[in-house]
């Protein structure tokens, strides 16, 4: 949406403004000029260079993963229709931003949201194609998301998610639930962050439980438990007997939580709380399953992972941080039977999740993983002896291109010191000097100090 009538109405809940019809709104460019020192906004981190440049690898890394595994890169429209959004278990008047023209009528009511998540709009773009897609699906996703919730160390109202999912027609088999989760833990590993611990549990075999308890109302109990981390058991009961749960159910409940494996033995523990009906037994039996599919360490069924969001049908799965486990997940998803379709047919899928800007945040913060030594993607600066000499030094530039070599011409013919030491507060390691006076080509190790003759046509960087 550009230009004119169409620039988006961005008035940030950050100041508490908030939208027709209440969903809160952002703040676009030209308004964020006007408003001068209050153009910086909680909540939408800005990374400096050499820290981007970290985040630029990890997204790489988080690519060539999901293509090994055979996802397709989708690239979907930020914004969806406001029923779809809050159809899905989310706050309205909380979590979604609504978007409308700076030229709508005063009083009018958002109907676009930006997404709070990439699951929803997937499912969408799905359902609407759904006749040329090969099921099945295999997709992947890494774009931004927007949630107007209180910003805090993790949390932010923009952020980078990475998403992949498998979506079948008609049916999907449980299969695809352990093959996503230990694909997780191989994608995390594969990041050059500290080690990620993997809970999974299963929202059937939590669901039946609670039935066997005598607990009626499984969506609130399910979102107080998923809040147990963050609250503890104490809290954690309280919140259950103001939603109507006898004390010694809750305390049960609590005992269930706090439940934790890595092998069959589950099915043992399980058995010792007396309660059996199908959805016991079919949980227990996928959660089981997703255990044993894997091979190595990494994953252990938690069965206080509930996970929030109402879409949830089956196995759930989030990560956290080995060295600082309170700091809340970093990756997560999970089974969703009925997110897509359209009465006639189910298209459920399976789906995780990585908090991209949420662990650049983390390991920024405690310092688990450095920035970059650099400050651009150029390993060569190319010297600029006068201002006749310009254009000699970008043909070297060009021909170091072609070969992949990334470099940047001086900005300016200035003292070979000055230019020398614009390339070290960047990070570059190399200079580059093209000859002069029917010399040669020379390049210089600005790290070591050694320098010799060099070919822009063979040389690399070591």
Not at 26 to 51: T, Y
Not at 217 to 237: E, F, M, P, S, Y
């Amino acid at each position: 949406m550009g230009g004119g009538g169409l620039v988006l109405a961005l008035l940030a809940a950050h100041w508490g403004w908030s939208g027709a019809g209440g969903l809160p709104l952002l703040v676009g460019r030209g308004m964020e000029r006007r408003m001068g020192s209050k153009a910086k906004m909680s909540g939408f981190p800005e990374w400096l260079p050499e820290q981007e440049l970290v985040q630029a690898r990890v997204l790489q890394i988080l690519r060539e993963q999901f293509g090994l595994h055979g996802f397709t890169p989708l690239h979907l429209r930020s914004v969806e229709p406001v029923e779809v959004l809050t159809s899905k278990g989310e706050d309205a008047d909380k979590e979604i931003y609504g978007v409308q023209r700076l030229a709508a009528e005063p009083g009018t009511a958002a109907k676009l949201g930006l997404h709070f998540d990439l699951t929803v709009p997937m499912a969408r773009y799905v359902m609407q194609n759904r006749g040329s897609l090969v099921f099945p699906f295999r997709r992947y996703q890494i774009a931004p998301c927007w949630r107007g919730e209180r910003p805090q160390m993790g949390r932010y109202r923009e952020f980078i998610q990475a998403d992949i999912d498998i979506i079948g027609e008609g049916s999907l088999d449980p299969m695809y639930d352990a093959e996503m989760v230990w694909l997780l833990a191989h994608v995390m590993k594969a990041l050059p962050i500290p080690a990620v611990q993997l809970y999974v549990n299963n929202r059937k075999l939590l669901e039946g439980l609670y039935r066997g308890f005598g607990i009626e109302d499984i969506t609130t109990a399910l979102r107080i438990v998923d809040k147990l981390d963050k609250i503890g058991a104490d809290k954690t009961i309280e919140l259950m007997v103001e939603a109507g749960i006898a004390t010694a159910t809750a305390q049960r409940c609590i005992e269930v939580a706090n439940i934790e494996a890595q092998d069959a033995s589950l099915r043992e523990t399980i058995g010792a709380f007396g309660v059996s009906n199908d959805l016991v037994e079919e949980g227990l039996r996928e959660l089981v399953a997703v255990l044993e599919y894997g091979h190595g360490g990494g994953v252990t069924a938690a069965l206080r992972i509930a996970r929030g969001l109402d879409y949830y049908t089956g196995t759930v799965v989030e990560g956290v941080l080995e060295s600082h486990p309170k700091a809340g997940s970093v990756c997560s998803g999970g089974r969703y039977d009925n997110l897509a379709g359209d009465g006639k047919v189910k298209l459920p899928g399976m789906g995780v999740s990585v908090g991209v800007t949420r662990i650049m945040a983390l390991c920024f913060h405690h310092g688990l993983l450095e920035a970059s030594p650099k400050k651009t993607t150029a390993d060569v600066l190319v010297i600029v002896h006068d201002d006749e000499s310009v254009s000699q030094s970008h043909a070297v530039a060009r021909q170091l291109r072609e070969r992949g070599v990334a470099c940047v011409v001086s900005h300016r013919a200035s003292a070979y010191g000055k230019q020398i030491q614009w390339a070290e507060k960047v990070g570059i390691e190399y200079v580059w000097f093209p000859p002069r006076k029917g010399g040669e080509h020379e390049v210089k190790n600005i790290r070591s100090g050694e320098q010799a003759a060099a070919d822009p046509s063979a040389w690399t960087p070591r």
